[in-house]
């Protein structure tokens, strides 16, 4: 039976119902925004996954190309790999689920969000994310919630709830917040540059926007749900754990000071002497979780009661930070930065616009000229692993990356260039992804790239205690990170935020720890910008000689097919002749890209005198291009030619053409007249005896013509020229139709019957 429920939040309606589709599973929903619609299942394995210490969550979104329209591309044409959209959205749910399941469950959980309807204006991720929790709610799976998620934008100074596709164009701010009832559960945003003010206002606006669709899967979950699975977490025992904390007393103290490589030798030497010490009492699993659990409350215990961090820093104090720029020689750009053992080298790479990521998903974007790539190699944690395809957490990394830098990247008005920047991850201990943002305006500006700020980032992290109190913590390490309740990435220019990518171990924060986790980061990060201006302040002022140099001119909207020619002959000709990149656009801009300037000219000069018209009465310095006996063809743009008669090459009586001109002599010649057929015709004669282009303006009715047209009409050739066909506007010889060597007409035509007349029909 279907049960459907519609709320109304923020002026849109959402419609929410259960029982008519994937009744199989564990929970089904179908979130509907507009004409966007996604299908959300949740199943769960009836027994645990026995030996693991985690929770098996997989969340799965699923891009069907049917949803718009649209057939997928490729020989099988169906969908292949998840689009970057697709992990991104994925991740962002599982982020808002995972602290909500309850400790010790080990089933398999698996989410399925499956696309059916996209209408290209409201974006289905934030539906994956209330779908999902709507269906963990009415199933018989344990789960915590309901949790609700809710987009802002902020547009022309005023706030908007679930912004579609074309307010975001106009946003300064895309924010997406999960919450519960009471706290923020995941926040995720893109922003221009935005005050921490305004982005603290829009956080507290979803807030409150989520709990009308909180309340509503309440009522649901009191209509529907299903008793939830009983499951027994593993025992702990606590008498190990005593034990080991007995037995190590303060010889931690040392390992846990200790750098990242020291501190993991330490580690596995304390714990070969539990196994010699206790191997008759207890397992050698016992014994290694036993000692997690003592590392972690060592930790966090000196955090809170003493404010003392395991590698000897204040609460607010950065690791040391150094930078360097230029450091390949071939490569574009680069950026060098290392915060503590991160360490992460950027590479920017230029290229022409037809360097653009094409894109094939349910957004309304096609094309992307900026594009940010992470990779974490395993010896960046000196591990040995497979090296595969590119993972999510990568994706994801890159990503966070892209949207912090995408804000301060000039428009391609401005910059013309597709930019690729790559961030290598050298060194892991926490915070590579800040670090690859922070490495990449370094390469940014070390490329040449007119970037309006630099952009840095820094991650902050949280220890709670069982009282409620709590310690803010900035820049942490990789072993905050694991032991920690909050990974909380802020990253921005001198002006304002430009990402956020906060996600939680615990279940949640109130909106005022946001403020003051916000405000703390705003603080660490005018450092980190100050250290990145120390080494380099500005973007240079010259590209990398090894660099393309792309240039933009602007052509009529109806000469784009002149330059594109017939099939793309026209521009490929252009593109084989000058050795340059060549890309028209549907509003007439054109991109020409080079790394030699003196091509990149010639293709101009060649596109411009395609699409430039001659003027009467304006003098050009032409190329003798072909001789026949009436007279000479010159180029006087490349790609258009007029003629110049024998009587119009000199101002004197003229014998023979080659008398006075060869093939690839320069002159200057006049435009005379062009004529209804686009035909122009040249006069040299009319350049040395001085005329201008007032000579040739249009009479007024009654007045007398120009003494230079009268001139001309009594000194025309003895004989007449033969008729002149039509021109060829591209330069090259004739030979076809409408070309200037056309071949003439049979006499007579339609068939063998000649002189025009067609054989008789039979009787």
Not at 460 to 488: H, K, N, Q, S
Request: hydrophobic content about 40%; glycine content about 10%; overall charge negative.
């Amino acid at each position: 039976m279907s049960h459907i429920y519609e709320v109304a939040v923020g002026g849109k309606s959402l419609i929410i119902e259960t029982g008519r589709l994937a009744t199989q599973a564990n929970g089904s929903i179908t979130v509907a925004l507009g004409e966007t619609v996604v299908l959300v299942t949740a199943c769960a394995s009836p027994e645990p996954r026995p030996d693991i210490d985690f929770f098996p969550l997989t969340i799965d979104f699923e891009e069907r190309l049917y949803a718009v329209g649209k057939i997928p591309g490729g020989f099988p044409r169906r969908e292949g790999r998840p689009s970057t959209d697709a992990v991104l959205a994925g991740r962002m749910t599982d982020r808002a689920l995972r602290p909500l399941f309850p400790k010790g469950f080990r089933n398999d959980v698996q989410i399925i969000v499956t696309t059916l309807s996209a209408d290209m204006e409201n974006d289905p991720d934030v539906l994956a994310t209330i779908g999902a929790s709507a269906a963990l709610s009415i199933s018989d799976i344990p789960f915590d919630g309901p949790v609700s998620a809710v987009r802002i934008g902020h547009v022309n100074g005023e706030f908007v709830i679930y912004p579609t596709y074309s307010h975001l164009k106009e946003s300064d701010l895309d924010l997406v917040v999960s919450s519960t009832r009471d706290k923020v559960v995941m926040v995720e945003a893109g922003a221009n540059s935005v005050s921490e003010a305004t982005f603290l206002e829009a956080v507290k606006l979803a807030h409150e926007a989520n709990q009308t669709l909180i309340r509503t899967q309440d009522e649901m979950v009191a209509e529907l749900a299903k008793p939830k699975l009983s499951f027994e977490a593993k025992a702990s025992r606590p008498e190990v754990e005593d034990a080991v904390a007995d037995f190590l007393a303060s010889r931690l103290d040392d390992v846990l000071a200790a750098v990242k490589e020291e501190r993991s030798e330490g580690l596995r030497a304390r714990r070969a002497e539990l196994v010699e010490h206790f191997g008759e009492t207890y397992t050698a699993d016992e014994l290694a979780a036993a000692l997690d659990a003592v590392v972690k409350k060592t930790v966090r215990g000196r955090i809170l009661r003493e404010g003392r961090r395991a590698d000897g820093r204040a609460l607010d104090e950065l690791r040391p930070i150094t930078c360097d720029v230029g450091i390949l020689p071939r490569t574009h750009g680069t950026g060098l930065f290392q915060r503590g053992e991160t360490q992460v080298l950027s590479i920017v790479t230029l290229g022409p616009m037809s360097m653009q990521q094409k894109l094939d998903t349910l957004s309304p974007e096609e094309t992307k000229r900026f594009m940010h790539h992470y990779n974490f190699p395993p010896f960046s944690v000196g591990e040995v692993r497979r090296l595969g395809s590119t993972g999510r957490r990568e994706i994801g990394h890159g990503a966070l990356g892209e949207r912090a830098l995408a804000p301060v990247i000039p428009d391609e008005n401005e910059f013309p260039y597709t930019i690729r920047v790559v961030s290598e991850v050298l060194g892991s201990n926490g915070s590579t992804s800040q670090a690859s943002i922070c490495a990449s305006s370094l390469a940014l500006m070390d490329a040449g790239v007119p970037i309006k700020d630099p952009v840095a980032g820094v991650a902050m992290g949280l220890v709670t205690g069982e009282d409620g109190d709590y310690r803010i913590l900035t820049d942490i390490a990789g072993l905050e990170d694991a032991l920690g309740d909050m990974d909380f990435k802020v990253a921005g220019t001198a002006r304002g935020i430009t990402a956020v990518q906060a996600d939680f171990k615990i279940k949640g924060l109130s909106v005022g720890m946001i403020e003051e986790i916000v405000e703390r980061a705003r603080q660490a990060r005018m450092i980190i910008l100050g250290k990145l201006q120390e080494t380099i302040d500005t973007p240079r002022k010259e590209l990398s000689r090894y660099a393309p140099r792309v240039y933009r001119i602007q052509i009529p909207k109806e000469k784009i097919g002149v330059v594109i020619g017939p099939g793309g002959k026209m521009v490929r000709s252009i593109i084989e002749e000058t050795k340059c990149t060549v890309d028209v656009e549907d509003d007439g801009s054109v991109y020409i890209g080079s790394t030699n300037e003196e091509n990149a000219q010639r293709a101009i000069a060649i596109i411009e005198g395609l699409t430039k018209e001659a003027v009467v009465g304006q003098i050009y310095t032409g190329r003798v291009t072909r001789i026949v006996d009436f007279g000479a063809f010159v180029e006087i743009m490349p790609g258009k030619e007029g003629l110049v008669r024998i009587g119009e090459l000199a101002d004197y009586r003229v014998p023979s053409v080659e008398d006075v001109v060869k093939i690839g002599d320069e002159i200057n010649v006049m435009v005379t007249e062009i004529d209804n057929l686009g035909r122009i015709n040249l006069s040299r004669r009319a350049v040395l005896e001085g005329a201008t282009s007032a000579d040739f303006e249009e009479p007024a009715p009654g007045e007398i013509p120009s003494p230079l047209t009268r001139r001309s009409s009594l000194l025309s050739p003895l004989r007449s020229p033969p008729p002149r066909p039509a021109p060829r506007q591209d330069g090259r010889d004739g030979g076809g139709p409408g070309g200037f060597g056309r071949r003439r007409r049979r006499p007579g035509g339609g068939g063998p019957g000649g002189g025009g007349r067609r054989p008789p029909a039979p009787r």
